[in-house]
């Protein structure tokens, strides 16, 4: 992580109780010595709110902020989105498996905020495209779609997760072995699609805009649609027998379909590093997400622009070090309800009921 200068101050009081955590405004603290690290940088300036007692340091502004391998964020980052699994990073870098997964959900938190943070708050000014890229969690008995909104730019406006029923065709014994799990652990809402892309769509597209959607012909879009009574949404449909070529209108979401595929070991066919948790595959959707929009080209072989350069969000391309340049709080910017609770590692898995682990650390949020 870059190294706070000489002339580095705290922009604002961490402490999201205190007045000056949201409006920093005449906010005064003042210097309280150093402490030592064993790991760079060594020595840490301190400080004190005037305004709260809280003690911080420099540190506490750092994506790094209380991680025993600070310097494990960036190189993650890349295996992330390069397909590998977390125990084949754990070997490279000698690490316990938990440490590698307890930091890619601090980078999935990181990157849930920075793509909220980026994100036009306006009407989306181009065509968006909806889909439902379809995977798993736990086991092949509990299915999810993750519904993605797409920008003709291949901008990654959103997503989020709607749990489904195991369908298709099923042998006799998968079909008493579905029945005794969905009775011991219940069935999905029969209307999660519905209400997921609801609240993406209402999520994205702000009351009074109006838009162009285009999707396959799913049956619960058009009712997510007409709930969004105040949204002029024109809705278009595509077969999604229709041939995947760029000149199909979909092409975007077939593409970040495609994408998401090949950059994460969790969603490959037949793979042993499925996600175990929807959550999980949430917060390494969000990491895969900020890097389709702020890093990679949209077109490999031309070595353009990344989609939010081409859409004038950012001024240029940006690093992984940028990405990680400084931390961000989830009290100073407006989240979504289904936004917090992805954040705090709320979205529950099924199978495992009251075993879900949640974010609840009170100063390494
Ligand atoms: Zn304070």
Redesign the pocket.
């Given at each position: 992580m870059p190294r706070p200068c000489r002339s580095w101050t705290p922009p604002f009081?961490?402490?999201p109780r205190?007045?000056?955590?949201g409006a920093p405004g005449t906010?005064r603290?003042k210097r309280k010595g150093f402490y030592e690290r064993l790991r760079g940088p060594r020595r840490v300036q301190r400080y004190v709110?005037?305004?709260?007692?809280?003690n911080f340091s420099s540190q506490t502004f750092s994506t790094g902020y209380w991680l025993k391998h600070p310097r494990l964020l960036a190189p993650l980052f890349h295996r992330l989105v390069g397909c590998s699994a977390l125990r084949q990073i754990a070997r490279e870098f000698g690490l316990a498996h938990s440490s590698v997964q307890r930091q890619c959900e601090r980078l999935g938190r990181h990157c849930l905020l920075r793509l909220e943070a980026l994100r036009p708050q306006g009407a989306p000014t181009e065509p968006l495209v909806l889909d439902g890229f379809r995977t798993f969690e736990h086991s092949q008995y509990w299915p999810f779609d993750l519904n993605l909104l797409v920008g003709a730019s291949h901008y990654v406006y959103g997503f989020n997760d709607a749990e489904l029923r195991r369908s298709g065709t099923l042998r006799p014994a998968q079909r008493t072995r579905r029945a005794e799990l969905e009775a011991a652990h219940g069935r999905p809402h029969p209307e999660a699609t519905r209400r997921a892309v609801e609240e993406l769509v209402g999520r994205v597209v702000p009351p009074g805009a109006a838009v162009e959607i285009q999707s396959d012909e799913h049956g619960a879009y058009p009712q997510a649609f007409a709930r969004l009574a105040d949204r002029r949404i024109q809705h278009r449909t595509t077969s999604s027998k229709a041939s995947r070529t760029p000149r199909n209108p979909l092409f975007p979401a077939n593409l970040a379909d495609l994408l998401l595929r090949h950059a994460s070991a969790n969603h490959k066919r037949e793979t042993i590093a499925f996600s175990k948790r929807r959550q999980g595959a949430l917060y390494r959707t969000a990491i895969w997400a900020v890097w389709r929009n702020t890093l990679k080209s949209r077109s490999e072989n031309r070595r353009d622009d990344p989609p939010a350069v081409a859409l004038g969000l950012l001024p240029k391309r940006l690093g992984v070090r940028e990405v990680l340049a400084e931390r961000l709080f989830p009290w100073r910017q407006p989240l979504s309800p289904w936004v917090e609770r992805c954040y705090f590692g709320r979205i529950p898995t099924r199978r495992l009921g009251e075993r879900c682990r949640q974010h609840t650390l009170r100063y390494a949020v």
């Open positions: 009081c961490p402490n205190c007045d000056s955590h906010w603290w709110c005037r305004c709260c007692r809280r």
